[in-house]
């Protein structure tokens, strides 16, 4: 196996997961288990909002607009702006994923971001938050950007594309199951991050193996 580059994806793996802040949230505001979680994907699928505001169809006011009128369709009361500022202002980035990422590009692979995310302000605003970031990666594809979001499998090529890379040369790191399984189907090696020090042993293993087997 020949492995060329890696690419990771930022929340649940080079940032924390929003997943717990959200679960806390809807705990904190007297929302239902998984609330928002049937919010985002019980309303006209890859058609709802959710997938439109990361496909970059929707600006964040105009997603807030609707996912209330969601929540309020659901029979509860939440507020999306309030929800949305405050995952923003929670997310904080892995250090050890950070250093992983250096790593990787020390042994001479190439590395990328590959991310469902969304813009909140401007564009400028957007692209100044995350200017120290993209830095670190060889190629930088945000599905807000794109047009396309994981797990359409033509933003996994549109990655490796940009790379200069086949699919089966790379290692994909993702922290949901859909993403990784469209991931596979094109050949790519997954790891699933839960843990972060589990999921970095098993980069480590892989490209130790790529070196082995490259002599």
């Not at 401007?122 to 100044?128: I, P, Q, V």
């Amino acid at each position: 196996m020949t492995i060329e580059a890696v690419i990771f994806d930022l929340g649940g793996v080079v940032f924390e997961s929003p997943l717990a802040f959200i679960r806390e949230y809807e705990s904190r505001h007297g929302l239902p288990e998984n609330f928002i979680a049937r919010i985002v994907g019980g309303y006209a699928g890859i058609d709802g909002v959710w997938h439109r505001l990361e496909r970059g169809e929707l600006t964040i006011a105009q997603f807030c607009d609707q996912f209330d009128a969601d929540i309020r369709a659901a029979g509860e009361r939440a507020s999306s702006a309030h929800l949305m500022n405050e995952m923003a202002e929670r997310s904080a980035l892995r250090p050890a994923m950070l250093d992983a990422i250096r790593s990787v590009r020390a042994r001479g692979l190439k590395v990328a971001a590959l991310t469902n995310n969304w813009m909140m302000g401007s564009e400028h605003e957007h692209d100044t938050r995350l200017e120290l970031l993209r830095a670190e990666f060889h190629v930088f594809v945000e599905s807000c950007k794109v047009g396309l979001r994981k797990p359409d499998a033509r933003i996994y090529e549109l990655t490796c594309e940009r790379l200069g890379v086949v699919p089966s040369s790379a290692v994909f790191l993702d922290d949901m199951g859909q993403n990784l399984k469209a991931a596979r189907l094109l050949g790519m090696t997954t790891i699933k991050v839960g843990d972060p020090a589990v999921a970095l042993s098993e980069l480590e293993r892989i490209l130790d193996g790529r070196e082995t087997a490259l002599g």
